[in-house]
């Protein structure tokens, strides 16, 4: 059963049967360039083919019903009692989104809404990001107006920095909105800027690994993070008045600027977002060039600066990652996401990917009693609605 299939087949057990519409924003995952997007510089994500899939169906007395196939926990309110309340975690994410578009002048008539998701909570994928757009696609469509993909892009990240807390960037929602297929996206995440490199891996294949430790953005160091960032840059801006934002800093500008950044720690935090966005733009070129062995170098280069620098790893990542690149054929491998936790993306011939399972299982689960989940996910489009121009769905 796909996983359109099953969001119509739940939807129809909760809410009842007749005409719906069905919708999907999918996850993303970057293939280098963390922790970049809020200093303003350069990320490199690629869209999945795993996400979360929306049905609705139209109210017009303003209600919201809201159920997922993942958690028992439902919410109702209606628009203007949009808040957070005990229980209904998960919910928090359409909820903020609901928010940010009655604050853009959506007439929300109300509606009924299941979601399903396949991907793992936690992981460093974007489910949240995926959940919010997912909510935007459909909701504007119901809409008279057309509404801008990207003005829905920005509403996901105001609505996870507003209402759920944690002070993330603009690339997560990007790259499941202006995700396509057999393509990653080399985003300037300040000016917006951005194109299409395809992704042209020939005998190898991203396999994504998830530590199944789950992280909690709100309640870990990311807000830190980027605090760090921000004071340094104010010492930073002391040598480099005119730069505009950590992103527009160069590498040769910070070694003759660096000192200007009296603290240690802050200079280590600032090293990493500078050498980081570097790498983003080798990588492109790599690629473009198709010099795989070279991005794959450059993936494990981020993931070591992430560990020394950023420090955003922890056990679990740096046992994932020192365990996949000790199997011949895997030729790259960093963690991906905000980290404490969450997955690793690795860079493994075909012929190897079996190999490469069974070894970092084995030695994941010896180094730390976990259970290592692999996931296998195709390079998607974007947000949308499935079927479009086509006739209601029928559940």
């Known amino acids: 059963m796909s996983g359109g299939e099953a969001a119509l087949e739940a939807f129809t057990s909760i809410y009842g049967p007749g005409e719906v519409r069905l919708f999907f924003a999918p996850g993303r995952v970057n293939l280098i360039g963390e922790h970049t997007d809020y200093t303003g510089g350069y990320a490199f994500p690629a869209a999945l083919t795993r996400g979360t899939w929306a049905v609705l169906r139209p109210r017009t007395d303003g209600v919201f019903r809201l159920a997922s196939t993942r958690f028992a926990e439902q919410a109702e309110f209606k628009a203007d009692e949009v808040g957070r309340r005990r229980g209904e975690g998960w919910a928090n994410f359409p909820q903020g989104m609901i928010r940010e578009l009655a604050a853009a002048g959506a ?230 996401g905000a980290g404490f936790g969450g997955c690793t993306v690795n860079l493994v011939h075909r012929e190897a990917v079996e190999s490469f399972r069974q070894q970092v299982e084995e030695q994941y689960f010896a180094e730390t009693g976990r259970q290592a989940v692999f996931h296998e996910s195709g390079i998607g489009d974007g947000a949308r609605e499935i079927g479009k121009g086509e006739q209601a769905w029928r559940c």
């Open 107 to 336: 007439k929300l008539p109300g509606a009924d809404i299941l979601y399903h998701g396949d991907l793992p909570s936690g992981a460093g994928l974007s489910s949240s990001a995926s959940i919010g757009l997912a909510t935007g696609v459909a909701l504007a469509a119901l809409e008279d107006r057309t509404w801008r993909m990207l003005d829905l892009i920005q509403m996901v990240q105001q609505s996870e920095n507003r209402f759920i807390g944690v002070q993330c960037g603009i690339m997560d929602p990007f790259a499941s909105g202006m995700g396509k297929a057999g393509h990653a996206i080399l985003l300037h995440c300040r000016q917006l800027d951005y194109r299409h490199v395809p992704l042209q891996l020939r005998d190898y294949r991203l396999l994504i690994i998830h530590t199944n430790k789950v992280r909690e953005l709100a309640e870990s160091r990311y807000n830190e993070r980027r605090r760090e960032c921000e004071e340094g840059f104010q010492q930073l801006r002391r040598r480099l008045p005119e730069a505009t934002d950590l992103g527009s800093v160069g590498e040769e500008a910070w070694q003759e600027a660096q000192e200007a950044v009296t603290s240690p720690q802050l200079r280590k935090r600032l090293t990493h977002v500078v050498t980081e966005n570097a790498r983003v733009l080798q990588s492109e070129q790599a690629l473009i060039a198709g010099d795989l062995h070279r991005f794959g170098e450059l993936m494990k280069e981020s993931h070591h600066s992430l560990k020394e620098d950023y420090e955003v790893t922890g056990p679990e990542l740096d046992s994932l990652f020192e365990a996949a690149i000790q199997v011949p054929g895997c030729i790259g491998a960093r963690m991906t």
